[in-house]
């Protein structure tokens, strides 16, 4: 008899804050799917012995920083934008236990922006240089970006972005922080920094098609996106990432490992009813509505209050 792969989580540490859980719940009740999925507190190094012990009722697993770069050995096969980035935050297991790791966050981002907003900036700027910012790099550059300036408090630290950006045919600057000043005005700012870290930024709009991308959510509204909204600008938050990225795991899962002969698919890839536009709508509502949704482009200053906790990445 075969065992039934319903079994899903989110892994990391700290992990009860998760929002996780009430999205992929809501989205399987939208979709009919008898999965059930829950939060493990998984630390660093302790991966490994985890993914060992998993039996044949598992279907996947959503990762938080750092599990998204230490799983990658761990899987049997890596999607081309998982390998590219470095980063794999979903694995799907198979009917025969085997890996597959994916990047469903530049998903996230690229959604996120083309849903909610019509212009098509060249350049950008993105803060921060860990995991998220190369994600955001990608991102970036699929919204048609050809020239990115990284800010980070120490430049040695986004070294990783460096042959992205080559491999992407990006014009990369990476500058201090402290720099930001010097650049003025801004036409598309994606902000990886954790929540509140870049509210004393010197963060100012050029009109009122910039957009600013802070993937925090808590505490929500910051003072940066305040600041940028007051001014003018629109925003986005970290829940419209969440969100839209969730979609895309909710799709992978729901394939089950199977249409992984097509690989090379990150998000969305497999073929199943959420690649369906009114199924990834009513999907996107569920998960909208369970969590109360801040989503969307709304100014800062009208902004819900209601705020959710965060992991490292500012997300999950």
Same mark, same amino acid.
């Given at each position: 008899m075969t065992t039934p792969r319903t079994r899903l989580a989110v892994l990391g540490s700290p992990i009860a804050h998760s929002l996780s859980p009430v999205l992929h719940r809501a989205a399987y009740d939208a979709l009919g799917l008898p999965y059930g999925y829950d939060r493990v507190e998984v630390a660093s190094g302790a991966l490994g012995g985890f993914v060992a012990s998993l039996d044949r009722s598992w279907r996947g697993l959503s990762l938080t920083m750092p599990?998204?770069?230490e799983v990658l050995p761990l899987l049997d096969t890596v999607s081309p934008l998982a390998r590219r980035l470095g980063v794999a935050n979903t694995v799907v297991l198979d009917a025969d236990g085997r890996r597959h790791g994916h990047n469903t966050d530049v998903d996230g981002i690229v959604r996120s922006v083309a849903l909610r907003h019509d212009a098509r900036p060249t350049s950008a700027v993105v803060l921060g240089g860990g995991a998220t910012a190369a994600s955001a790099l990608s991102a970036a550059w699929r919204l048609g970006v050809r020239s990115v300036a990284v800010l980070v408090r120490d430049p040695r630290r986004a070294g990783e972005l460096a042959p992205l950006a080559s491999d992407l045919g990006v014009d990369l600057e990476i500058h201090p922080l402290t720099a930001l000043a010097g650049l003025g005005p801004l036409d598309f700012v994606i902000s990886t920094l954790p929540g509140g870290a870049a509210d004393d930024l010197p963060l100012a709009p $050029? +009109?009122? /098609?910039?957009?600013?991308? +802070? $993937? /925090?959510?808590?505490?929500w509204p910051t003072r940066a996106s305040s600041r940028w909204s007051d001014a003018g600008g629109l925003v986005l938050n970290g829940l419209d990432m969440l969100v839209e990225q969730a979609i895309s795991q909710v799709a992978l899962f729901a394939d089950g490992g199977e249409g992984e002969a097509r690989a090379g698919h990150d998000g969305g890839g497999a073929t199943t009813a959420v690649d369906e536009p009114h199924e990834a709508a009513r999907v996107r509502e569920a998960m909208r509505r369970a969590v109360g949704s801040l989503a969307g482009a709304t100014r800062a200053s009208s902004a819900s209050s209601e705020s959710a906790p965060t992991s490292d990445d500012g997300r999950r």
């Open positions: 599990l998204k770069r $050029v +009109d009122g /098609a910039s957009l600013l991308f +802070d $993937v /925090a959510y808590e505490p």
